[in-house]
């Protein structure tokens, strides 16, 4: 991971020696977040769990365009952003009917270095990694069963210590591959882009399990200002 940082470093100092101009930002937006399906596998056989359901969240923060040429640029943006999945089930247990639904919001800082290829006036098309570090999340469950309801709430000391008595751990690095557009009016920059996840969000501590999968997916639409 310092590896990252120092190369992050470099891009940017690399284009600003070249730029021909810089203008500085702030944007604010929403998320489409969810995981991938995450695969068990020890000693020859897998499972797979259910598909987590896609979760609203949000971001914000801020962005340098550093222009290198009429058509390219660098983007870097420093972003507070939450993510996650949500999931629901029903069964029936000793004979009683039952709906699990559980949530599951974690909060990043993620740092996207983006490269933008301006093919005509106002219209740029973005392309870069993305190095986030995961600085909070939380999990609710909800039981209901014959018209009545349990709630739990769980907190990241919580979910760490109940990852350690299963096995595993959360990755608190995550790394993503960003594509996308944007338009700029005037002042204003309105940009779409998905955020596919490069890295498991977990990772076990037993000899012959692995996990697969588990891997951060949004997509996001933003609004920006320059200054």
Do not use: C
């Not at 006036?121 to 209901?144: A, R, T």
């Not at 739990?152 to 690095?173: I, P, R, W």
């Amino acid at each position: 991971m310092k590896k990252f940082y120092l190369l992050i470093v470099a891009t940017l100092l690399s284009g600003a020696a070249f730029a021909q101009s810089v203008k500085y930002g702030i944007k604010v937006g929403a998320n489409l977040a969810n995981v991938t399906k995450t695969t068990f596998e020890f000693n020859g056989a897998s499972e797979e769990s259910l598909q987590p359901k896609s979760l609203m969240g949000y971001q914000f923060g801020t962005f340098a365009n550093i222009s290198l040429a009429n058509t390219f640029a660098i983007q870097p943006e420093l972003l507070f952003s939450t993510q996650g999945w949500k999931g629901k089930e029903s069964g029936v247990e000793e004979g009683t009917p039952y709906t699990a639904e559980t949530t599951f919001k974690s909060t990043y800082l993620n740092v996207p270095v983006l490269f933008e290829y301006k093919p005509i006036l106002g219209l740029g098309f973005i392309l870069g990694p993305q190095f986030g570090y995961q600085i909070n999340k939380k999990q609710d469950f909800k039981v209901s069963a014959l018209g009545m309801s349990q709630t739990e709430s769980l907190n990241s000391e919580d979910l760490d210590n109940e990852a350690k008595d299963a096995g595993f751990e959360y990755n608190k690095f995550d790394l993503a591959a960003v594509v996308g557009a944007q338009y700029t009016i005037t002042k204003f920059v309105v940009g779409l882009r998905y955020n596919m996840g490069l890295t498991s969000s977990s990772k076990s501590n037993i000899d012959g399990l692995k996990l697969k999968g588990g891997k951060n997916n949004v997509f996001n639409f933003s609004v920006g200002y320059t200054f």
